[in-house]
């Protein structure tokens, strides 16, 4: 036990201190965890931990990714995406296995180990790739999703590699393989092993026609009789015990745990458990992910290393410049140009961490000696370990060109008016205008360079800049303003501003636009008093409307939503008092309990009056 937690101290430790350094310095998360198992690998190896084992545990991270992932992409959505599945991520694996193979034999290797190596390389890192876009807020777009469009056929194509891998096998390294040991790096029990390959096959589609079974019939019926206990960890062990079950169906046929997780994930994006999953499995993958980046790092044998150092350059070297130059060439060929195309080829040319399986595999099957296998696992940890400078190279040269024509200096703002409105989008366009039919003059701030042309030549007068900087404040006559309104579109942008101002200048009144009740809460906690929820007044009309499509007239229903108003604002501040800033709502005891007692005080009240207007005459 003690051992145990010593470990856990340890590792749990090396993150908390490396991550945040990481991140500070704009390395990214999985960097830091990368160098945090580095840094302890000799403590681990001094108390010889097996940081194989512990990777495989770890790996399960990548499964819970790909399961949140399928969540939030629906099947229709998924379809929308055949062609780059096909042609993207078929032709950058077929390519690259031919392009590592074709440099294996002009190093002289066999042409069996030189197509073993093509496929084990062509491989890229599922968990570094879709945990840095994610964190980079590019999951979403043309380059994201064509990156992740490959990673999904990568993971299609393990089935494949494993089935040809055994082909491939030589007969002078069967002692060497069996030595080695006979799992093939599965650590696990594969039930179609020993079937002929049409029953394989049947079985493997069969264990996927049951994940989509189970996520149509199953999982919906499992969850509303579990949400009736009323006890959310129930629910979170349910969440966990599906997504357990169903990576242990696909490792006993063969497949991969992360592509059967993906497609059940995918199978309940339309369900409405579908963020309550989410938002349970997070931590889960979070700290899983975490783990396993470490272990890549601890993983690295230095002394190996050392001994061979200029053959694991050379092969990372190539690697790398043989999938960008692959992934370079059929990106363009698919359209994908500027940015995208760049952040294509740059976030996928290492190797990914199906290549430990593989390689342990080929190993156990006399594909190749373990001498390869020693440097190839080498070099599979450098590539990864290259990865994030590589998303720096992304983040501070290509992206940063790209946008350098899309960048200009704020504009000078020559007049002093008693109103400033920062943002003039779907918000402050309106108030703009409101304001200025009843006589105030104005002066509105807005970054986004493009929105600005367009309203300027409607004859609106908006300069260009950010409003979040002091000295464009400053300029704009904040010294002197009565009001400032603060229509910004981000979260972060509004808490800066309003924060700002209300410590610089407490004589201006700020109205602030709230992205959500949480968003109020916080301002409120900031000293903002005057707050206006974005989607507030919009969701009582529709709650209005919604009244007299069910038999109101115009004044009951006007007179059943003033109602609702006015017992919703007079519980917000009670309710804002408890809130405190950093701590998620639903994990604040005490205003959760004060909202549960505001409830029962007051529903009984506001249904008597809701009676009340019902019972009107029509």
Known sequence: MTSFLVLAFLILAAGVVAVPLATRFGLGSVLGYLLAGMAISPLLAAGNVDVEALQVFAEFGVVMMLFIIGLEMEPQRLWAMRGKLLGLGGGQVLLTTLALMGIALLDGNPWQTALAIGMVLALSSTAIIVQT??????????????????LLVQDVAVIPILALLPLLAMPELYGAGAAHGGEGGHGGIDLTASMPVWLAALCRLAAVAVVIGIGIFAVRPLF???????????????ALGVVIGIALLMSLVGLSPALGAFVAGVVLATSEYRHELESDLNPFKGLLLGLFFITVGAG????????????VLFWAAVTIAAKFAVLFAVGWFYGLRRQALWLFALSLPQAGEFAFVLISFAVANAVFGQAQADLLLLVVALTMLATPLLFIFYDKGIARFYCKGQE???????????????????????????????GYSTTVIDYDSAQLEIVRKFGFRTYFGDATRPDLLVSAGIENAKLLVVALDEREQIDKLVKHVLKNYPHVHITARAIDR???????????????????????????????ALGMNREQAQAATDAFEKNDRAAMPEVASLYRV??????????????????????????EQMDEILNREK
């Open 300 to 311: 690295i044998d230095f002394v190996l290393a050392s001994q061979m150092w200029q053959s």
């Open 224 to 238: 509303r009789y579990i949400a009736a206990a009323n006890l959310r960890e129930l629910f979170t062990a349910a």
């Open 582 to 607: 950093g701590v998620p709502f639903h994990e604040n005891e005490e205003l959760m309990t004060r909202v549960r007692e505001l409830r029962e005080e007051w529903d009984p009240i506001l249904r």
């Open 408 to 438: 200009r200096e704020p504009d000078a703002i020559d007049e002093e008016n008693p109103v400033i409105i920062a943002g003039r989008g779907r918000v402050g366009g309106i108030v703009d205008r409101m304001l200025q039919l009843a």
């Open 133 to 150: 876009l994610t964190e980079k807020n590019l999951m979403k777009s043309e380059g994201g999703e064509a990156s992740f469009s490959v």
């Open 518 to 548: 949480n968003h109020v809460y916080d301002l409120w906690a900031f000293g903002c008093r005057d707050i206006i929820r974005e989607t507030y007044d919009s969701s009582l009309r529709i709650g209005r409307s919604a009244y007299e």
